[in-house]
């Protein structure tokens, strides 16, 4: 763990040091409650194709807002709740509560779209994370090929072990994205090992994509690679007119970011899809 909390902790001057343990503290004591007292909800981002303008999918985005703590972003408590075992609680959460989502608004006649759900380390490291998402998806009735689960590279401990939980997964029907490509120590051999079906371009390469030419060759690059491995790619965090320019000639044609839509409330998604659905139904 890069972010583990000893770490974090003695890289702190001394005097902030009690606070950031007490706020570790807090954070863990109420997390333990926020289930049962339903303080977590979903927010869902759209991922749009640049060719047709329409919302293929939707990644959920786990928001926390707790009485006494106010809103605690996932940054600060997904690695608490990993450290402390809740991650499995939570995780399976947000699964159910995405596949259910997404099988309503199916239901309710809407465009249909996949949905994304992040998957923590602990929870990729869990041998009974495949039969627990099978059982979701029995359960709400939603077809695995809506279900994307992404995972980063930061998540595996041995490629054996890894490629054989994704094999299970894939098993499923679900599709399997990589997050944050392009930031880990070896992506490529992740690529080479994994039976990924889609990566997710990191945004600090879109971020550049404007300033510096390296970052635009790499994009570049990482789409055309894409392409010849017959994967599917995103580019997250496009904020701006420009970088959508870059990205349509580079010819990626899967985009998220603040551009389009800010992660937002199940109710406003609902909205922009019926749109969606008006236009071409
Ligand atoms: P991620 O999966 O890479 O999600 C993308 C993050 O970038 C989200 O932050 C999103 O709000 C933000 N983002 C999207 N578009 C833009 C943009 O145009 N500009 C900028 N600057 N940011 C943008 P968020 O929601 O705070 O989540 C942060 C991270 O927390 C996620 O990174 C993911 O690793 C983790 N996370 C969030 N929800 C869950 C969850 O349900 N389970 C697990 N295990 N992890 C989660
Ligand atoms: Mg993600
Ligand atoms: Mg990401
Ligand atoms: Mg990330």
Known sequence: YSTGIVETVLSTPLPHRQDQFQRRMDIEFYLRRAIDNQEFHLAYQPVVDVYTNQIVGL?????????????????????IAEECGLIHEIGEWVLKEACMQNKRWQEAG??????AVNLSRRQFNDSRL???????????????KYLELEITESMSMEVELAAD???????LGVRVAMDDFGTGY??????????????????????????????????????????????????????????????????CRLVQGYYFSQPVMAKRIEEMLHLETKQTG
């Open 186 to 251: 070896s992506s490529l051999g992740y690529l080479r090992d994994f039976p990924i079906d889609k990566l997710k371009i990191d945004q600090s390469f879109i971020k550049g994509l404007i300033q510096s030419q390296v970052n635009a060759v790499i994009v570049n690059t990482m789409v055309t690679m894409a392409r010849n491995l017959n994967l599917l790619v995103v580019a997250e965090g496009v904020e701006t007119e420009e970088e959508l320019q870059v990205l349509r000639e580079c010819g």
């Open 59 to 79: 990644e959920s985005l786990i928001r926390w807002n707790n009485a006494t703590l106010g809103h605690v972003p996932p940054s600060d408590f997904i690695p």
């Open 130 to 144: 495949s039969r627990m998402i099978q059982t979701i998806l029995e359960k709400t009735g939603l077809h695995p």
């Open 110 to 115: 809407l465009s249909k779209v996949f949905v």
């Open 165 to 171: 939980a994704l094999r299970q997964l894939k098993k």
